[in-house]
């Protein structure tokens, strides 16, 4: 089975920071990679598929890259709405994965 | 606006039986392979079960494997999952997605049906 691990697992941050969050898979998934939004309460949101394209609908602050082992989600100019936990979810290979999650709180 | 809604979790003794159902609505459902993903009270997200187009072809976590059976319904824009020997493990919010083929994303998600496994 393919790990994913994240870090960091949490961070704190202010509106208008910019924030990266980093995704490790524990082999090489090309660009299978998803991240997801959770808000308390909510079900996940889509945001970036296939490692770096941006879902349609959701705000250009977001962006995903990397391929192979390491990837990354950045989100530029952090507003209010943005607080919640990302995760990272791989698709090279069954049994699909997600990452443990790094919350984005206030600082 | 696509939809899917999940329904039919709710408090089970460990050991029976539960039957989840999510209709979809708004896609063209026999189009989409479908999946269950589970996430424990204050935990992360954990998939379960895909199922293809046409009910052929189905995948599961080892944990749930022999226990827990991923179904649908093309007629009824319909997907099930069927829970049995339920453990206490297996408390969760249950939430039904659609999943890409063509890049291994669930989208969308169902806003979930909680089911609880306790004595």
């Known amino acids: 089975d393919i790990q994913m691990t994240q870090s960091p697992s949490s961070v704190s941050a202010s509106v208008g920071d910019r924030v990266t969050i980093t995704c490790r898979a524990s082999q090489d998934i090309r660009s299978w990679l998803a991240w997801y939004q959770q808000t308390p309460g909510k079900a996940p949101k889509l945001l970036v598929y296939?490692?770096?394209r941006l879902q349609s609908g959701v705000s250009s602050r977001f962006s995903g890259s990397g391929s192979g082992t390491d990837f990354t989600l950045t989100i530029t100019s952090l507003q209010p709405e943005d607080f919640a936990t990302y995760y990272c979810q791989q698709a090279n290979s069954f049994p699909l994965t997600f990452g443990p999650g790094t919350k984005v709180d206030i600082k | 606006e696509v939809q899917v809604v999940e329904s039919g979790g709710g408090l089970v003794q460990p050991g029976g039986s539960l039957r989840l159902s999510c209709p979809a609505s708004g896609l063209i459902f026999s189009s989409h392979w479908m999946s269950w993903v589970r996430q424990a009270p204050g935990k992360g997200l954990e998939w379960v079960a895909n199922?293809?187009?046409?009910?052929?072809?189905?995948y599961y976590v080892d944990s749930v494997k022999g226990r827990f059976t991923i179904s649908r319904d093309n007629a009824k824009n319909s997907l099930y999952l069927q829970m049995n020997s339920l453990r206490a493990e297996d408390t969760a919010i249950y939430y039904c997605?659609?999943?890409?083929?063509?890049?291994?994303?669930?989208?969308?998600w169902g806003q979930g049906t909680l089911v609880t496994v306790s004595s």
């Open positions: 296939l490692a770096s």
């Open positions: 997605a659609a999943w890409s083929e063509s890049g291994g994303w669930f989208d969308p």
């Open positions: 199922i293809n187009q046409d009910g052929s072809d189905t």
